[in-house]
Each structure stands twice: as structure tokens, then as C-alpha cells.
């Protein structure tokens, strides 16, 4: 029978992992509403791709809105980087919509490929021992997902220099990934 997750018994080095993947996830979803809040400062609210990053966006305030509830009951500390990953996902999103709709999109597509990675990852290491977590995190994995297949359907792959792009929000977001899991 599954643990209840309010008496979740874990050593040391688990609960160390599972407090890094929390602050982790919560950071990554803080940082996709900062890049999707980017995006419609440029693109406003009254085109397809627009309505489609607004979608996106609730539900990626959704995700953040159960992280940041984790980081509270479990006390986990949330990542230092907050503020400056605040900056760079508005940034991002910015730029990406000023270059065009398909950029925006692009940007989607290789943060959801990572974000998948990502999930997948820790699904593996959590298996059966945090049946809370493990649910949301597929949960949110499956948005995640559908998240990609709209911003692919809407062009994604047409973006100026889509490969070179990609590659480099794909970077980043390791990046960001490995530090948030740390600091």
C-alpha cells in the first residue's frame, strides 16, 4: 500500500532528492510563466498563437500554483535563482514573440522537449515512493506534451534558423535545470 504522502518516511539522501526535484519543478514552472507573460507583453491577446500561449499559460500557473504549495508543506527552500530566472524567461519570451509567431512557438517546442526529459527522469527515481509526486509530475508531463504538439502545429519548425534556436533554448534550459536543482 501506498505511503501516505503527509507521513512520507524517507532518509536523508531521499528526501534530499525529492526536495531538489520540487524546487526544481517549481523554478521551471515559474520560469515558463515568465516566458509565456513575455511572449503576449509582445503578441497581445488577439491571434491564434496568442490564444494558444494564453491556454498554455493557466496551465502552467496551475503547475506552479502546486509546486509552490509542496515547497510550503514539505518546507522545502525554493531555488536562489528566482529573481534572475524571473528576467531571463520574460526575456526569452519577449524576443521570441518579437521575431515572429513560429519563433514563439519554436521556443515552446524545445522548452516541452526538455521539460519532458526532465519529468521523465525523475519519474524513473521516484517510482513508487512519492505517489503524490509522482501523479502530478505525470500529470503535468502530459500537458507538457500537449503543450509541444499545439506550438508544432502552429509552425514551430518554420521560425528563422529553427535548429540554431532550438539548440540554444535547449542549452539553457539544462542549464537552468542543473542550477535550480543546487542553488
Known amino acids: 500500500m501506498p505511503q501516505d504522502p503527509n507521513t512520507l518516511d524517507q532518509n536523508p539522501q531521499q528526501k534530499e532528492s525529492t526536495d531538489s526535484m520540487i524546487r526544481v519543478n517549481q523554478a521551471g514552472e515559474y520560469g515558463a510563466k515568465q516566458i509565456y507573460a513575455g511572449q503576449l507583453a509582445i503578441m497581445g491577446n488577439r ?19 502546486f509546486f509552490n504549495e509542496m515547497i510550503a508543506k514539505r518546507g522545502v527552500r525554493p531555488t536562489l535563482l528566482q529573481p534572475f530566472w524571473e528576467k531571463a524567461g520574460f526575456a526569452l519570451g519577449a524576443v521570441t514573440a518579437a521575431i515572429g509567431p513560429e519563433a ?31 501523479e502530478k509530475i505525470e500529470e503535468f508531463r502530459q500537458e507538457e506534451l500537449e503543450h509541444k504538439e499545439t506550438a508544432l502545429e502552429s509552425g514551430a519548425e518554420q521560425a528563422p534558423a529553427y535548429p540554431l534556436m532550438s539548440m540554444a533554448i535547449r542549452m539553457g534550459c539544462k542549464v537552468a535545470i542543473g542550477l535550480s536543482k543546487r542553488i
Not at 521556443?107 to 521539460?115: D, G, L
Not at 513508487?128 to 509526486?133: K, P, V
Open 104 to 134: 514563439a512557438m519554436a521556443c515552446t517546442v524545445a522548452v516541452e522537449t526538455e521539460i519532458d526529459n526532465h519529468y521523465r527522469e525523475q519519474l524513473e527515481e521516484l517510482g513508487e515512493s512519492d505517489i503524490e509526486l509522482s
Open 47 to 65: 491571434t491564434p498563437a496568442a490564444r494558444s500561449i494564453s491556454h498554455m499559460a493557466e496551465q502552467e500557473e496551475r503547475h506552479l500554483q
